[in-house]
């Protein structure tokens, strides 16, 4: 392989190597480790499967002994890279993005649920510790490691017993997400249907504002219908009613690996502040309403406003 014919695009994220673009942008070279080799082959099953996701077309060793995977482009614009481009102005989503949003959603909900995975003895139980990073989250936060917090966390896994697991993304969101497919399955596991597309709007608040753009209550409700008329025609069951169980989940997720070791970082401590705020803001609606409504999380800017006022410990 030419290494004249690729351009470096970034280092990997959470993973040792790099990401290559060829020279006329139809496809990318990703170098790493074992955790590549992994996830290239999980990306090969899938695509037998119909998921929308990049076929690999070629894998070997590198002169330096990296594993490397070429596979082809899905485009070179994500939909956060198109909601971001397209705002103008105002922080609403354009109404195209979350519409491209909901059909490749439904294109990858349709592909999981045509292949459903016969669950071990619990399975469901060690998505929540996978997805929710919970013993990361616990270890970090042990004031949370409570009787309260766990009896949420089980009613949520009773409320999704019969529904059938997939293979999943694990971290699906607008930033992996192309109008032709799905990209970065690096995090790929068991996951139960519904729960890799149907929170990718409502996650942008978890963000604090940061994205630069926020979904709108429209947006939202035509989203989730899209996902649940696919579901339903799949399934025969809507998944929009497990939205609040995977919210909860997703509140602990982002607040994984977010207590600072550096003391002297009030940035950092503001930002762990802010997600222990919103998760707890995320188990009181769970625990009252059975669902999450992140449209009442504050933005990051309005917390730190709240803290320097007195308002949030």
């Known amino acids: 392989m030419n290494e004249n014919d690729w351009r470096f695009v970034k280092k990997r994220t959470a993973a040792d190597g790099a990401v290559y673009v060829s020279a006329d942008g139809t496809r990318y070279r990703r170098t790493g480790g074992a955790e590549l080799q992994a996830e290239a082959g999980f990306q090969r099953r899938i695509a037998d499967l119909d998921y929308p996701v990049p076929r690999v077309l070629e894998e070997g060793v590198t002169g330096d002994g990296l594993y490397y995977v070429v596979e082809e482009s899905l485009g070179g614009q994500t939909l956060h890279d198109r909601a971001v481009a397209s705002l103008d102005g105002g922080r609403t989503l354009h109404d195209d993005v979350a519409d491209a949003a909901a059909q490749v959603a439904a294109r990858l909900l349709r592909a999981q649920a045509a292949h459903l995975v016969v669950p071990a003895p619990g399975s469901l139980r060690q998505w929540l510790d996978s997805a929710g990073f919970t013993q990361n989250v616990f270890a970090e936060n042990p004031d949370l490691d409570n009787d309260r917090t766990r009896a949420a966390l089980d009613h949520a896994l009773d409320r999704l017993g019969t529904v059938p697991l997939v293979r999943g993304h694990l971290d699906y969101g607008l930033p992996n997400v192309l109008p032709a497919g799905v990209i970065d399955w690096q995090h790929h596991g068991l996951v139960p249907l519904g729960y890799d597309v149907l929170p990718a709007l409502e996650i942008i608040d978890f963000k604090g504002g940061n994205k630069g753009y926020t ?30 169980a995977y919210l909860l989940v997703k509140a602990l997720f982002f607040l994984a690996l977010m207590r600072p070791t550096d003391p002297s970082r009030t940035d950092k401590h503001l930002k762990w502040q802010y997600r222990r705020h919103l998760f707890t803001k995320g188990l009181e609606q769970y625990e009252h309403t059975g669902t999450v409504d992140t449209a009442f999380f504050p933005s990051l800017e309005e917390f730190v406003a709240g803290h320097r006022s007195g308002d949030h410990p």
């Not at 709108?216 to 609040?244: C, E, K």
């Open 215 to 244: 979904a709108s209550p429209g947006q939202r409700r035509r989203y989730l219908a899209v996902l649940d008329d696919a579901s339903l025609n799949a399934t025969g069951q809507p998944v929009g009613q497990n939205l609040g």
